[in-house]
């Protein structure tokens, strides 16, 4: 798997973002005044986790670093610990001047990520889910800007926040026993890192309200034919 992307790894700092890739009334209308704040609440927020692991690959690989998503008595949902983990964990590849390309991957068998741990979420206040929602959102438009090609290794379940996750990198590739979707309705809420805008950006609009409104799951086939997936 990972031998297809060498051809990627070589040096992309010269990559930028397309000004455009936060249109009027999305994420955010001012990229640079906001990769200033969220680089300044990344760092803010420095702290260990025990679910996100950064590996950097040698040799051949030189260049590729591995994220991997570790929290497998929870399908891998994002807790906490996993935000502080993923921000750090971009902070540090975005001042690695010798990372090329980015994978996320999970090591949780059958699982990408199940999304937000929502046990968790039912111990918060108001005001904690809300800065947690907002936290959540501002480390995946982070990921998406990241001035290298990052790839989200998709085998099994990538729900909620984390098809939101892998919607935010350039690429998704995934097996055939994928299965991808934005259930939040069922729960009577809305997908709210960035889901309801990348979405539409990959599949249209139409298809994008269908899957949002209905909170259908779809396996790898299907996404693929509707192109959320590279392969």
């Known amino acids: 798997m990972v031998g297809a992307f060498r051809v990627l790894s070589r040096p992309l700092r010269h990559y930028t973002p397309k000004a455009s890739i936060f249109p009027e009334n999305s994420i955010t209308p001012r990229p640079n005044r906001w990769l200033y704040q969220t680089r300044r609440t990344l760092i803010l927020e420095s ?7 950064l590996h950097r690959l040698s040799d051949s690989d030189s260049g590729i670093v591995e994220v991997s998503l570790e929290r497998p008595q929870v399908r891998n949902a994002i807790g906490k610990d996993m935000l502080k983990g993923l921000q750090n964990t971009f902070e540090a590849i975005s001042k690695d001047s010798s990372a090329n390309v980015l994978l996320i991957r999970s090591t949780v068998p059958k699982v990408f990520c199940a999304g937000a ?3 968790e979420r039912k111990m918060m206040s108001a005001t904690e889910v809300q800065d947690f ?5 501002a480390a995946f438009s982070f990921l998406e800007v990241l001035p290298i090609p990052t790839i989200a290794v998709i085998e099994g379940a990538a729900l909620g926040g984390g098809l939101e996750m892998a919607l935010s990198c350039d690429l998704r590739i995934c097996g ?3 299965v991808l979707g934005l259930p939040e309705t069922g729960l009577a809420i809305i997908p709210g890192a960035g889901g309801t805008q990348r979405l539409p950006r990959v599949v249209g ?3 994008a309200k269908e899957l949002i409104l209905t909170g259908r799951k779809i396996g790898g086939r299907e996404a693929m034919s509707m192109g959320i997936l590279t392969w």
């Open 47 to 53: 702290a260990p986790s025990q679910s996100v692991n």
């Open 117 to 119: 741990d929502l046990k």
């Open 133 to 137: 929602v907002n936290k959540l959102r």
């Open 176 to 178: 055939e026993d994928a």
């Open 205 to 207: 609009r139409s298809i």
